[in-house]
């Protein structure tokens, strides 16, 4: 009886060996389709023998493992012969601190909802709804409030820059948080109605 080396019908890569059966009319062993009689090579880890060109040949095999780009993008390999990209991580980066540019467009995204929270607190909609009563005279105390809170909200955002350019230049000795550069903020004082 002959061993005989089975691979799959697709990737090619060894599955096992058997025993082939003898062919009951001449007594040769029946050799099925997808099978040799020639061993394949011992495959190390993330290594498989797959069966081409009536020969065997080792190749890579990470099927399943997954790995990470430097930009946090992550990645399986899915198919025999693949390899690990140089610059695989094999776990996921850090991420990446954020750029002046995205820490300024956070704080001035506080500070504004700081300040629509103001307004909106007071009873209106949104700041710009509330400003747009300064030159409303119907309604008094609205039109106090509006204006009111029209300065404020430029005052505001005067202390924002401020603040906001001493980080940048590095004369602010403390470190920036939103709280920190919200509690910075002038804060509303109500009109006399």
């Known amino acids: 009886m002959a061993t005989i080396y089975n691979y799959h019908p697709t990737t090619n890569e060894y599955l096992n060996e ?18 040799t009689t020639k061993k394949p090579p011992a495959a190390k880890e993330n290594e498989a023998a797959i069966f081409e060109n009536d020969s065997w040949q080792i190749v890579s095999d990470y099927r399943g493992v997954e790995y990470w780009l430097s930009d946090g993008s992550v990645h399986t390999i899915l198919e025999l012969g693949e390899e690990l ?14 750029t002046a540019e995205e820490l300024i467009a956070t704080y001035r995204a506080a500070v504004g909802q700081h300040i629509d929270a103001v307004a909106v607190a007071l009873g209106f909609d949104s700041i710009i709804t509330a400003v747009t009563y300064a030159d409303e005279p119907a309604d008094d105390r609205n039109q106090k409030y509006g204006i009111a809170l029209r300065a404020w909200r430029s005052e505001c955002w005067k202390a924002c820059r401020d603040v906001l350019v001493a980080w940048q230049s590095g004369t602010l000795q403390e470190e920036i948080t939103e709280q920190g550069l919200i509690d910075k903020l002038p804060v509303f004082v109500a009109p006399a109605l």
């Open 18 to 35: 058997t025993t082939a059966r003898l062919d009951p009319l001449e007594s040769k062993p029946m050799i099925p389709a997808h099978a």
């Open 85 to 98: 990209p140089i610059e695989a991580l094999s776990e996921k980066p850090a991420p990446q601190p954020p």
